[in-house]
């Protein structure tokens, strides 16, 4: 796909011209987040050298995940393990516990087999091209240019959700996501400088994030609002085209929240799939359409439990590729049972340490609860 595809076009239908007039949008840019960069727990001052390991950390627990959230787990990785080498020799359920509650759990899999990679292959330090970054675990192309360009102010451009944004409304990209990606960062690469690629990156994620916003964009306060081809349209706000989703169906479920005294059991879900490694009360499987009954029937094997009691509701998640429904069932059992193979009694007042994911975490509010 090239610049010239019939799918992209400007008002009148003529097909956009990066020459006229992109010459003067770097620099302007640049000028522009000069006055207006926002402070970030992982972005140095001006003038001052970024640290390749917090660049990396920042942008693997920001896929898909607001700079709100990120903030706070960021400070706490950063004064847990400083440094690469200190995350490298942590142990995957140690990172997996301080990852709690930030979701998509695979990044803390990949981001611990990732430090452990740099640790053992490249002495603790970052490849600095993107093609060395791409050969580490969990990073892809996206992550690999954003870590070039920002941390080693390598020539290349990466393109986030907020520069999608932008650029799909500067040229008015009339084709949907994803397929307008490829013509998406040939755009975007139009705005980089002859220097300061990793500034010209990061000026054009806070334009997005702060001018160029999904609704009511700022249009007068935008560097860029000269030859915006969406402004000019007016139709700014409908860019970027999306295909419509599709909706994912409705799973179902039960979980048990069986405590015994002041313990609460627990296990730990296998290590690849959904959630792979975190922590959990025994469940059913997720299963579209399944009745209670036969959800009921999946409960754990305990002495003991000679009725369990359904709580009045249900809790309910919503994953990325499916919503989620869960009939919660309690138990309490005797000071010596034993819990069931693969499973553990966990002090209720330790929880907050444990590796709970956030649907768990419902789950046992929902079940302790009056």
């Not at 000019?232 to 706000?237: F, L, S």
């Not at 094997?301 to 499916?322: A, D, M, P």
């Not at 907050?352 to 009056?370: C, D, F, S, T, Y």
Request: charged share 25%; net charge positive; hydrophobic share 40%.
């Amino acid at each position: 796909m090239t610049l010239t595809n019939a799918t992209v076009r400007r008002k009148k239908g003529h097909s956009p011209d990066i020459a006229d007039p992109s010459a003067a949008r770097p620099a302007l840019l640049l000028a522009w987040y000069d006055r207006h960069r926002r402070v970030l727990p992982w972005r140095p001052q001006a003038g001052q050298r970024p640290d390749p390991y917090a660049v990396w950390l920042s942008e693997i627990m920001l896929q898909q995940t607001g700079v709100k959230t990120v903030g706070p787990y960021f400070e706490k990785f950063l004064a847990r393990w400083p440094d690469v080498a200190a995350l490298g020799r942590a142990s995957l359920d140690d990172v997996l516990r301080m990852w709690a509650g930030l979701g998509y759990y695979s990044r803390a899999r990949n981001l611990h087999a990732c430090a452990v990679s740099v640790l053992r292959d490249h002495g603790g330090v970052f490849p600095d091209t993107e093609e060395g970054l791409r050969s580490l675990p969990g990073i892809g192309p996206y992550t690999a240019a954003a870590i070039a360009a920002i941390a080693f102010d390598r020539r290349t451009m990466p393109v986030d959700g907020n520069i999608e944004r932008v650029v799909s409304r500067l040229f008015a990209v009339e084709e949907p996501l994803p397929q307008a990606k490829p013509v998406i960062q040939q755009f975007a690469a139009t705005l980089l400088g002859a220097s300061r690629a990793g500034d010209s990156a990061q000026a054009l994620m806070d334009l997005g994030a702060t001018i160029c916003t999904p609704k009511k964009p700022i249009c007068s306060l935008c560097p860029l609002n000269e030859g915006c081809a969406g402004r000019q349209r007016g139709d700014q706000e409908s860019f970027p085209r999306k295909a419509p989703k599709k909706a994912g169906e409705l799973r179902r479920g039960a979980a048990f929240v069986v405590t015994r005294g002041d313990e609460l059991l627990l296990r730990s879900r296998p290590e690849k799939g959904l959630l792979g490694g975190m922590t959990e009360v025994p469940g059913s499987d997720w299963r579209a359409a399944q009745e209670d009954k036969a959800a009921l029937e999946q409960a754990p094997q305990l002495g003991g439990v000679t009725r369990w009691h359904r709580k009045v509701g249900v809790v309910t998640h919503v994953f990325t590729h499916f919503p989620l429904e869960l009939v919660v069932y309690t138990a309490h059992v005797p000071a010596r049972a034993r819990a069931p193979q693969g499973m553990r009694w966990v002090p209720i007042a330790t929880l907050e340490g444990e590796a709970l994911p956030n649907v768990m975490r419902k789950v046992i509010a929902h079940g302790m609860g009056a």
